[in-house]
Antibody, heavy 118, light 110 residues
Framework: QITLKESGPTLVKPTQTLTLTCTFS??????????VGWIRQPPGKALEWLAL???????RYSPSLRSRLTVTKDTSKNQVVLTMAFMDPVDTATYFC??????????WGQGTLVTVSS | QSVLTQPPSVSAAPGQRVTISCSGS????????VSWYQQLPGTAPKLLIY???KRPSGIPDRFSGSTSGTSATLGITGLQTGDEADYYC???????????FGGGTKLTVL
């Protein structure tokens, strides 16, 4: 059974760096073809893809946010970490981590709401 | 402004059939697989359709997906009140080198 769970701060100040951790179980990020992605959703708005990392360390980023994002994996801990620099109130959103297997998001975490405010 | 265009809302009566369109371009839908996601109120999205028309285990065959050229369509038959949700299409865009989503469609079962 594949599960994912996001953790991190619920409130960050503008200009700070956000660090979110996705802790997963039921799969290994060293398995061929497997990846973990990050997607966010501002309140009442649509989904927005942020980044992903594959079993072979291939990293992909949203072009509009690339300069602010970093994604890393720790296969031994079954974790993927997303950092987003220079947070702004417009970055207030629910952040989801997802499993990539048959497709992006074949399994989703519950999401974590991050509010950016001073 | 989303790269993939979906109608903001659709509605139909219980038991009826509804379709949700997703319009893209040659850099995304025409040349890459499309996925569809269902987001029930207050919950995380769930994968409904992948690779244009495949259903993950546990997804009933009331849900179907198809593509034609630069457009994709999600079909839902035998509508139930429990199908009221937001539906999103998504795919990879070769020009942007980015995964892209539609703006979402809110389904109301009258």
């Amino acid at each position: 059974q594949i599960t994912l769970k996001e953790s991190g701060p619920t409130l960050v100040k503008p200009t700070q760096t956000l660090t979110l951790t996705c802790t997963f179980s039921g799969f290994s990020l060293s398995t061929f073809g497997v990846g973990v992605g990050w997607i966010r959703q501002p309140p009442g708005k649509a989904l927005e893809w942020l980044a992903l990392i594959y079993w072979d360390d291939d990293e992909r980023y949203s072009p509009s946010l690339r300069s602010r994002l970093t994604v890393t994996k720790d296969t031994s801990k079954n974790q993927v970490v997303l950092t987003m620099a220079f947070m702004d109130p417009v970055d207030t959103a629910t952040y989801f981590c997802v499993h990539i297997g048959s497709a992006l998001g074949d399994f989703w975490g519950q999401g974590t709401l991050v509010t950016v405010s001073s | 402004q989303s790269v993939l265009t979906q109608p903001p809302s659709v509605s139909a009566a219980p038991g009826q059939r509804v379709t949700i369109s997703c319009s893209g371009s040659t850099s995304n839908i025409k040349n890459n697989y499309v996925s569809w996601y269902q987001q029930l109120p207050g919950t995380a999205p769930k994968l409904l359709i992948y690779d244009n028309n495949k259903r993950p285990s546990g997804i009933p065959d009331r849900f179907s997906g198809s593509t034609s050229g630069t457009s994709a369509t999600l079909g839902i038959t035998g509508l139930q009140t429990g199908d009221e949700a937001d539906y999103y299409c998504g795919t990879w865009d070769n020009s942007l080198s980015s995964w892209v989503f539609g703006g979402g469609t809110k389904l109301t079962v009258l």
